[in-house]
Every structure is written in structure tokens, then in C-alpha cells.
């Protein structure tokens, strides 16, 4: 397992997590069986919000269990009132649902209080002036919730919360349909701004946790992708491991055979990582954006390219910490000996030679 460091509080995150919207597919001993195996492989990150009750008793046992050595997002604003997954800004209700989900747990904390799935002004609106946004507080300052998260598909809603400086995590729906079509409610925003939102979570130390990396499915299937081709499991996480901010992923499992083919991700070759062949798949009209997946590589200088790029671009919204990891790169753009490898070999059409005298000058400035 590889892990990242949460920015506000220094917890070790595993970069592959579960999510359980699909866990009612499986039975109670293969529930527990699966959290179980997935704790024993070092996933610690774990998502509390199925799409039906059913799997709450078990995954709350089986994630009691392991409660020292896991960290749970449980949700403030999800409901199960008629057996299946609903949805509320209702205080009362939403209240008593997440502190249903720690009894559950057995266990009087959150690592991760979510204000749970707000797409909508008026619904922000509620949330902080009917209850929930008080409670949440209160419970972070008595110790009940370890670190306040919010979870949104909308980018506007994310710079409203961002903006209160409250929260350290952020759960975000992050994959190549969203980012590059228009296909889906869940994917909203611009490509570009969807990526100056993900290097302002990082500037503001509030982590990403990604939701729906497959979308929900419909990238793996060439039949259903809107790209007429499929990707893998393992392309969609480096996809997403590869952006700003983000710390880990959380595919929603069906169980076991579920948690298996996510774990193969560890055991891909870099080849078998490579998502480049995305390039081919988005629209062409794009404009040509490093993705920082290091399709480039190897640079005859020794550059890091994604990364050199990564950085550059986190600098420009104002992250002195990204601006920092620059300095401390053993090779830097000024480096680059034009020798237009890279410009040839990006299937994205970044003209990066260009882009390194860019970055280069930005930094010497
Ligand atoms: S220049 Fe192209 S190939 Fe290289 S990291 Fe950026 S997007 Fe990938
Ligand atoms: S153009 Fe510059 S960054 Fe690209 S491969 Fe050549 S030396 Fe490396």
C-alpha cells in the first residue's frame, strides 16, 4: 500500500480506499470478509454511505473492529429512513442519522464529519443556517469529529465552503468523463476550471478523496463510455492519484472480487499505468493541457515533467508549498535542452518544450 499525508493533521491516508455504494450486493459475512482483507492490505480509508441500509450493521461491525487502525468518513445529511439511501438538509434527521452511523461503529468519533453532497446555493444555504453547519462545529470542538469534509460535484458550492477555511478534507467526483465531456450531471465545470479547483484544495491544504473514479462504471464499459473505448481500473486511479490535492480514491465495491481487481493496481506495470491513451479519446478541441502523466518520459536532461508541470501550475494560484517542492527539484526547467522528445511524444499536443522556457522564466522571475 502507498500512503499520503493528510495537510491538517499529519495522517497517513492509503491511496486506494473503499467506498460502499455497492456493498448491498454482497452478504453480511462477505462485507465483513471484505473490509477485513482490505484493512489487511493497508487500505485505512474507508467511506461509510451505502446505497442501501442493508450493509450498515455489517460493515459497521467489521469496521468497528479495525477502529484504531482506520479512518471512517461518516456523512451529516445522509439518511436510510425508508431502506434506502436518501438525502436531507433537515437538521433533526441528519443529526440523528450520523450519530446512528457512530453507534454502529461502536465507537463517540468521526474521523471525517462530512457536510454531506451540497450541489445547490439554496441547500448550502440550509445547511449552514438550519442546524447542521452548528452541530458540526460543536461536535469538531468537543473532539467528536476529528476533521470536518465536505463532499460536492459542483465547483462553485466547493469555493463556498473552501472559503470558510473550516475543512481539511474534500470528497469530489475526479475521472476523464467528467473532465472531458459533458455527459454527466456529476461532472460539472470546465476542464480547465475543474483543475484550478483541485490546485486550490492543495493551496489551502484541504485533501481530496475522489468518489465515482470509474463513473460509476461507465468508463470501464466501451459500450457505455461516452469515448467508445474502455479504461481500466488501475488508469482511472493513477488518473486521479495524479491530480492536485488528492490523497486518495474510493471506488464504491460490490465485495471481494471488487476489492481484488482494485488491489491489482499495485501490481500494474508502469505500462499498465499509463492512462495516455486518453489523449485519443477526449475531444480534440480541448485545449492541450499537461495532464502530468509522464507519458513524456524519459527526459534526456532528467527532468521530472509531470511533475515540473504540476508544481508550475500550483504556484500560479499561489501555493508556496508547490512553489517550494519546485526549488527543491534536482532539475528544473532552466534545465531543459529543448530537444523536443516531450513535445513529440505527448498524445495531450502540450508543446512542452515551449512550456518548460515558460516555467523557467515564471520562477527565475
Ligand atoms: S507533456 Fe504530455 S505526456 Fe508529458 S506529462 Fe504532460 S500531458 Fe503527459
Ligand atoms: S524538450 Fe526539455 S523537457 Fe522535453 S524532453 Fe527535451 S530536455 Fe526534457
Redesign the pocket.
Known sequence: MEYRILPHGGEKISVIGLGSAGMHNADDAEIERTVDEAVDAGVNHFDFIPSEAAPLAAMGRALGRHRDQVHVQVHIGALYASGAYGWTTAAEPAIAEFEQRLKALGTDYADFGFIHCIDEDADLDRVMNGGIWDYAQARKADGTIRHLAFSTHNLHIARRLLATDAFDLAMFSLNPLYDYTDESEYGRGEAGDRMALLCEFERASVGVSVMKPFAGGQLLDAAQSPFGRALTRTQCIQYALDKPGVLTVLPGVHGLADLHDLLSYFDATPAEHDYSALAAMAPQSREARCVYCNH?QP???G?Q?GLVNKYYDLARVGDALAEEHYRNLEKHAGD????????KRCPFGVA??TR?AEIAAYFSA
Not at 531543459?336 to 513535445?343: A, N, P, T
Request: hydrophobic share 30%.
Open positions: 513524456c527526459c534526456p536532461a527532468l515533467i531543459c535542452v529543448s530537444c523536443g522528445h516531450c513535445d512542452q518544450s518548460m
